[in-house]
């Protein structure tokens, strides 16, 4: 069992920046790739970001790349999506998530343990 308690999220115009962080307690944190994803209301759970457990290779949706990175301290248990060049598409509640996995999976149904999600709301 993991647990996965996410943070950081808040309001902040377009073209700011946040951290989101998320701290894992429970089983080997470094055993798990993690993802970050996001839900928009009225859309489904998108894949944003995967990052091996290693921290050594990293993958983001397009509509991400250049502006989010997803990071990770292993000696901490926590888990990072700093966001930069925000824009107001992407408001909506961010989810970590802990995977088993070996290789990059984007699906949501993939990941084994999921945070309760922390809201992001970009104003124009």
């Known amino acids: 069992q993991v647990q996965l308690v996410e943070s950081g999220g808040g309001l902040v115009q377009a073209g700011g920046s946040l951290r989101l962080s998320c701290a894992a307690s429970?089983?080997?944190?470094?055993?798990?790739?993690m993802g970050w994803f996001r839900q928009a209301p009225g859309k489904e759970r998108e894949f944003v970001a995967h990052?091996?457990?290693?921290?050594?290779?990293?993958y983001y949706t397009d509509s991400v790349k250049g502006r989010f990175t997803i990071s990770r301290d292993n000696a901490k248990n926590t888990l990072y999506l700093q966001m930069n060049s925000l824009k107001p598409e992407d408001t909506a509640v961010y989810y970590c998530?802990?995977?088993?996995?070996?290789?990059?999976?984007?699906?949501?149904?993939?990941?084994?343990?999921w945070g309760q999600g922390t809201q992001v709301t970009v104003s124009s």
């Open positions: 998530a802990a995977c088993s996995a070996i290789v990059v999976v984007t699906a949501p149904i993939a990941y084994d343990y």
């Open positions: 429970g089983r080997t944190f470094s055993s798990y790739a």
């Open positions: 990052i091996s457990w290693s921290g050594s290779s990293t």
